[in-house]
């Protein structure tokens, strides 16, 4: 085929071509997508309103929650419209669009996971110079960087992408993921960005370790609390953050950690679906139901609303 890197939509598979299953897949997905967004504008609303939740972890926690957004913002929407509209194109520009959003707001995601290890390593094992160490101005230093690196990251890797021509326009994905893009290239400068991936994968393998041994130094000191009580209530602010990064990871690693000559199948998108939209609607339930601060803020906000509610009614 013709040079198509100059091509004005590529062309995104759909989940099923019978209209009933497509409907049903717009509406299952406005569920999700609303339940992430609510859940973690929620978060972020009882977080900023609570002035004892201004600490560096709920600060953290924060900006994950917008990171959360972000991510199933670039992915769902589209995804919806397509079903709902029965159109599968996506215009070029669209496509560099999906790509950048979302390695800038999933790579802020997984470092700024990385980060949150970190402070709980400070917190549990180093609690007396824990105001020392994560200070205000280290923590929007941290972000901060967290923010620049992942642009960084996500140019190069939007860049190493299309710079590719194309000799396809089916994207075997429901929505512009670089691996599935890489396997419809027709030059070899697609070997470029496969070492990007590769390089970055190592860094994001790095990480992973990072996160597993400072969790290993945790839980050993946990261990060494005399009370059962302090045991629990340590543990209540790491598992959440454990169990996100374990979903992220897990179904992240499977999707980036296979060449990108691998076959597209219904278990890609499966995991695609899993990796893309399932962390971000989940991540508020699962830092609200084992924190009773987060709780408590929560029960205080909707109390706020109604009476203000009831207020304007009555």
Known sequence: MHNQTSMPTFLLMGFSEIRELQILHFFVFLALYLTAIIGNLLLVLAI??????????????????????GIISVIVPKSMAISLLNSRWISYFGCVTQVFLYFLFGTSDFLLLTIMAHDRYVAICNPLQYETIMHKGACVQMVAIVWVTSLLYAILHTCGTFANTFCSIAVKQFF??????????????????????VISCSIAVGCFIFIVITYMQIFSTVLKIPSVHGQKKALSTCLPH??????????????YLRPPTYA???????????????????????????????????????????????????
Do not use: Q
């Open 264 to 314: 597209s199948s219904d278990l890609d998108v499966a995991f695609a679906v899993i990796y893309t939209i399932i962390p971000p609607t989940l991540n508020p339930f699962i830092y609200s139901m084992r924190n009773k601060e987060i709780k408590t803020a929560l029960w205080k906000l909707f109390d706020h609303s109604s009476k203000s509610f009831s207020r304007v009614v009555f």
């Open 242 to 255: 454990l169990t996100v990064v374990s979903v992220f990871m897990c179904t992240g690693f499977f999707a």
């Open 176 to 197: 512009c993921e670089v691996p599935t893009l890489l396997k419809i290239s027709c030059t070899d400068l697609y070997l470029v960005e496969v070492g990007f991936l």
């Open 48 to 69: 900023a309103l609570s002035h004892h939740l201004h600490t560096p972890m709920y600060f953290f926690l924060i900006n994950l929650a917008m990171m959360d957004i």
